[in-house]
């Protein structure tokens, strides 16, 4: 995947979002994995996109009504067949991590993209949702030098006690093989 100087992905699908603003002089060096669906549980709705967007019809289901008023975003959001939408240039500060720290670091928003992975807390995630996030992850690694595997972390990692995505049903292992197993070929063979 190619990412561009503005930090957009040109292999993804780019969506209108309001809730972003200006980084502060801050370097990209966090990337966080989260998982959505709206309504829980329901997957291919323009939910997601709506509530990005600031947009969205919270009569349109009773969970939304705790969504009034709510400015959030994400960078990305991967669906369930792997296809890939940005809503916030990475150079830009997308709205996803809310209340967090890093390493003692408050604001994670700050210095940090937010991946969405369309799912819940206790689903499991499709091949080509990893495939896709693998391949993300790999370029985003490549272009934000401060990025590294021990800087990729849920949001429960961040905001433990408040958030649990993207949960149990994520397989790091399986991610992390995939990003990083080509890297450890290239080592293997010098």
Not at 72 to 86: E, N, P, T, W
């Amino acid at each position: 995947m190619d990412i561009d100087d503005l930090g957009v992905c040109k292999q993804a699908q780019q969506l209108p979002c309001s809730h972003y603003d200006e980084r502060p002089q801050s370097e990209v060096s966090l990337l966080v994995i989260h998982c959505i669906s709206l309504p829980e549980g329901q997957y291919s709705t323009p939910y997601i996109d709506d509530l990005f967007a600031g947009q969205i019809d919270c009569q349109a289901h009773p969970s939304f009504s705790s969504l009034a008023g709510v400015s959030v975003s994400a960078h990305c959001l991967i669906d369930r067949d792997g296809k890939l939408r940005q809503y916030v240039p990475f150079t830009q500060r997308a709205w996803h991590a809310g209340v967090s720290q890093f390493e003692g670091r408050q604001r994670c928003n700050d210095f940090s993209i937010g991946i969405e992975l369309e799912g819940t807390d206790k689903s499991t995630y499709t091949q080509a949702q990893y495939l896709t996030l693998a391949q993300l992850t790999k370029s985003l690694l490549r272009t934000y030098p401060h990025l590294n595997r021990q800087r990729i972390v849920g949001h429960s990692d961040i905001a433990p006690g408040r958030k649990t995505d993207p949960g149990e049903g994520f397989d790091w292992e399986h991610f992390f093989d995939l990003t990083f197993a080509q890297d450890c070929d290239k080592l293997k063979s010098t």
